[in-house]
């Protein structure tokens, strides 16, 4: 059986031309969703996907109606392949119940993996050179050294409670004891140096 899915972003758009185009594919059930691709939740296909049967397909108007990228929309096809699903796009000419099309879906994942590894790489290298600039990555910290020293001055002083030291240095409970903390184990590791 031919399991249709058709997707639009905004209310605005109309979903006629994707389902007229898998009504005359031949598709008997057609399900839909109006929602961004980059959502995660799409009742639609979800009901498609629970609605399918082993040797049904899934037939798309269009690759991007599915997907929200490569990596996404292999993570699918290959969900459809574990149930003995096939699936077919219409403008692309893709369908993975031939065997040109289990190549053509082959080819898509390994050029899926060598983008990310490509962006792993990447992102380590910028990393080493940031590192080797004295930059480090992250947020800054909230406190300074000196306020930190202030911080510590005024949580050791009875008439203050902890949330007035906050109150004063303008900051959260977890932010004080986690710069505090910090400060603590960097002067720990300098006095160990120095041993």
Known sequence: MLVGYARVSTFDQNLALQTDALKTAGCETIFDDTASGVADERKGL????AFMREGDTLVVWKLDRLGRSLRHLLEIVNTLASKNIGFK????NLDTTTTGGRLVFHIFG?????EREVIVERTQAGLRAARSRGRCGGRPAKLDPKQVDIARYLMHDPQNSIDDVCEALHISRATLYRSVAKADRRESAALAAKQ
């Open 89 to 92: 796009s219409l403008q692309e």
């Open 46 to 49: 979800k009901a498609a996907m």
């Open 110 to 114: 390994a050029l899926a993996e060598f």
